[in-house]
């Protein structure tokens, strides 16, 4: 017999998973910036990138963890949500951009915040 989870422990979970927004998609704040040694003139587009990630994917869904992104996700799952998105070209660059830099800093990153 199968044994069933109740509906209020998983509702929440799925509404708003294990993970904060900020350990999701880190901010684009002064220790995003030391972490990924970017000039301060880069921070504006990766804001902007961060920005379109989170309301675009959040119009569906709670954007995932940008360090949980696979390369097949690349290949085949982020085409498909830019296209689903309707993002224009310029906003797939600074979406692409943003989680490229912010995947491999953002386990360091939660690790710091307080």
Known sequence: MRRLIPAVVVIPLMLFGCATLDERAPPVDDLFLSEAKVSASEAARLREGRTIYVNFCGDCHSPRKVDNISKGDWKEHL????????????????????????????????????
């Open 79 to 114: 085409p498909k949500m830019f296209k689903k998105a309707e993002l224009y070209p310029e906003e797939i660059e600074l979406v692409t951009n943003y989680i490229k830099t912010a995947a491999p800093i953002n386990r360091t990153l939660i690790q710091k915040r307080p």
